[in-house]
């Protein structure tokens, strides 16, 4: 079989020779290779290292036969791969290589000499979203993604980001407002997201943990001097969000110092304070499962915290103005951070920071914890944030979807960013403009469109403040927040080898849910082979298969009819994700060349029949199909006509709606 696999590129000229796996041929058109008397004139330039090769395999007491089997495939290689050079060679020089199609009794009909063996290709879509769509919605909406199931299958499916995380580096930026020691609800908040990072470090996270004093400290500011306002409005910011121009004196230095030393404490006894554990079999009056004691974790975290993990450098005078001891992050100790990290230890800092002369100056600790991440190329950056989240703006005026975005790429924030900077915040009131939460989001998408690259941080996370919300985030598919990845989180696109797997487990909980399915003993072989020939889609979603579908040519003359095999979807009640891979698969058959489409009836069918009649489906007409049901199957078939292409784009376009930032779950 030909052994052409595509490169990253997608090229149509770009094709690498594969020296294995390559089945060899017995019939009538084998290559007769003599098995006794090699001489030069049967293989140039291989003779020597023939006779050699055979001396060693009759050392090691293999027989005659044995040995001559072996040559035979080693033959059958070298021309195989010769053939394939030869095909490269006249790929590069002629840039094209004609297109035929050629049968093969397992697969159906297929390119003779295309870039891959497949007839019909599978644009790559990341399902894309217009900006005005999105909304930041405050932290007063009751928006909060609950995780679904119970909690013995949610740990079950949690292990692959269990163990994909172990050893990982994660950066977590907590707000000021949680060391509020007047609240009790923001002091039982802190207790419990220290209980998440905690559990975190166990499950083998390296965790660096960055705590703003920016409430406290602007807090006593305003008791000691008053009035803070400041006549500069354009100047550097100070901190977080502190006013333009302010100046750190050194009285002001020393309320920060004290307010570090506070929250320091108050993280260090809080991650070392031990779970609180609950009783599944009992409950409260108001439900609250019934404490069972205290699980202690001295011992098993650790917690480090010093001034020398980085440097910070003076904002100096800007514009007349004499910053003080208002400071910006310098430069970081990746090494001696990574040290601390990989022994085991949970590595706390605070926003402030000592130059190189040993001087303190105050940073802002939001662009600290973005700078640590980028230099620990840290696999993630979390930013709790006040409970505000960005929701999709979709739906009517008077019914708004209003459902949290639970995914996004880098490049679709930064086009949300240009988009409120070009107008788009005048589409919010005054008053939300001008609020600590509005401008908490823009400042730290700004921080996470700067650090996720493919140089940096992997992934950045905005956070609910809610004890449970850092877990669910990190170990569930869906999260609870909002991710800004530089990978591509969801997306529909040809299948590789290295899905096989996937989809042969997919196919396999698929037959096992409907029963009465029996799927092949070499269904994982079929797939392996179908990847290869890049016949396979799927529906995928943070590296997991949730859809899949085979599409193969079925007629050889006459108009050209696309089979659409091994269909399925993990969640079938979900009428979207079915209907997009289905439309995904009659427009990948439609730029084919192909005019109908059909499916098999069978007990295997992912579907029922009345769902495909519903879709447009029919039974062949007289002269239809006639040679593919020579033999007992029979089809349903589809024209692929103008209607169909509208349709097709219709349920694509159904799905990026609903599922391109893979959280239409309210």
């Known amino acids: 079989m030909l052994g052409l696999l595509p490169t990253p590129s997608h090229s149509s000229t770009a094709l690498r020779p594969v020296s294995a796996f390559v089945e060899f041929s017995r019939g009538p058109q084998a290559r007769q290779v003599p098995r006794i008397g090699w001489t030069h004139n049967a293989l140039p330039g291989l003779s020597a290292r023939r006779l050699l090769y055979r001396r060693r395999l009759r050392r090691s007491g293999l027989s005659l036969r044995a040995t001559e089997n072996t040559e035979d495939r080693l033959a059958s290689l070298e021309a195989e791969n010769q053939r394939l050079r030869d095909q490269l060679a006249s790929l590069n020089n002629d840039g094209a290589v004609e297109k035929s199609r050629e049968f093969d009794g397992a697969v159906g009909w297929r390119l003779r000499g ?3 063996e497949s007839l019909f290709h599978f644009p790559e879509t990341d399902l894309p979203w217009p900006p005005d769509q999105i909304r930041l919605a405050d932290p007063g909406e009751p928006l909060q993604r609950d995780a679904c199931g119970d909690w013995l299958t949610l740990f079950r499916n949690a292990a692959p980001y269990i163990a994909s995380f172990r050893g990982g580096t994660v950066v977590v930026h907590l707000p000021s407002f949680l060391l509020n020691d007047a609240d009790i609800e923001d002091q039982e908040t802190f207790r419990g997201i220290m209980e998440d990072v905690a559990f975190c470090s166990l499950l083998g996270l390296s965790i660096v943990l960055v705590t703003s004093i920016e409430c406290r400290f602007f807090r006593r500011l305003q008791q000691e001097r008053g009035d803070l306002s400041t006549s500069s409005a354009s100047g550097p910011a100070v901190g977080n969000s502190l006013p333009a121009g302010l100046c750190v004196d050194q009285q002001a230095l020393q309320i920060a110092k004290q307010e570090a030393g506070f929250a320091r404490v108050e993280v260090e006894s809080a991650l070392s304070a031990g779970f609180q554990k609950r009783s599944l079999g009992s409950a409260d009056g108001d ?49 001696l951070l990574e040290r601390r990290l990989n022994d085991g230890d949970i590595v706390a800092l605070t926003p ?12 802002s600790s939001e662009a600290l914890a973005a700078q640590v991440a980028t230099k620990l190329k840290a696999m993630k950056l979390v930013y709790v944030t006040r409970g505000q989240r960005l929701v999709s703006n979709r739906g009517s005026t008077e019914n708004p979807l209003n459902a949290v975005i639970a995914g996004v790429q880098v490049r679709n924030a930064a086009a949300l960013l240009k988009y409120l900077e070009d107008g788009g915040l005048q589409t919010y009131p005054e008053e939300v403009r001008s609020s600590d939460w509005f401008k908490d989001t823009l400042r730290q998408l700004r ?86 020939r890049e016949e396979f889609f799927v529906w995928r979603r943070d590296e997991v298969v949730l859809g899949c579908g085979q599409l193969v040519a079925l007629t050889q003359d006459g108009p050209l009819v696309a089979e659409l095999r091994y269909f399925a979807v993990v969640e079938q009640e979900n009428a979207i994700q079915a209907l997009a891979l289905f439309g ?29 009649e519903e879709h447009g489906f029919r039974e062949p007409k007289a002269g239809e199909l006639d040679d593919a049901s020579s033999d007992g199957r029979q089809f349903l078939l589809k024209p692929l006509n103008a209607d169909a292409a509208a349709e097709a784009a219709e349920f694509v376009n159904a799905f990026s709606e609903e599922e391109r930032m893979w959280g239409g779950v309210k």
């Open 114 to 116: 295309s870039r891959s």
């Open 352 to 363: 402030l920071g000592a130059s190189p002369s040993g001087q303190v100056f105050y940073v």
């Open 584 to 612: 995904y698969a009659e427009q990948a058959a439609i730029c084919g060349g192909a005019k109908l489409l059909a499916v098999q009836i069978t007990d295997c069918l992912s579907m029922p029949v009345d769902w495909f």
């Open 287 to 335: 439900g609250t499962p019934t404490t069972a004691g205290i699980f202690p974790l001295r011992g098993a975290v650790s917690v480090v915290s010093s001034l020398n993990f980085f440097t910070a450098a003076p904002l100096g005078v800007r514009d007349g103005v004499d910053y003080g001891y208002a400071g910006v992050p310098r430069s970081v100790n990746t090494e």
């Open 447 to 532: 921080l996470l469109v700067k650090a996720v690259s493919p140089k940096g941080v992997r992934r950045g996370h905005l956070v609910d403040p809610i004890p449970g919300a850092l877990l669910q985030e990190f170990y569930t598919t869906d999260g609870s927040g909002t991710c800004i990845a530089q990978d591509l989180y969801q997306g529909l696109g040809t299948a590789s080898v290295a899905d096989a797997g996937r989809i042969v487990s997919l196919l396999e909980d698929d037959a096992a849910r409907r029963g009465g399915c029996r799927m092949p003993g070499t269904l994982r072989e079929a797939v392996q082979v179908a990847c290869a």
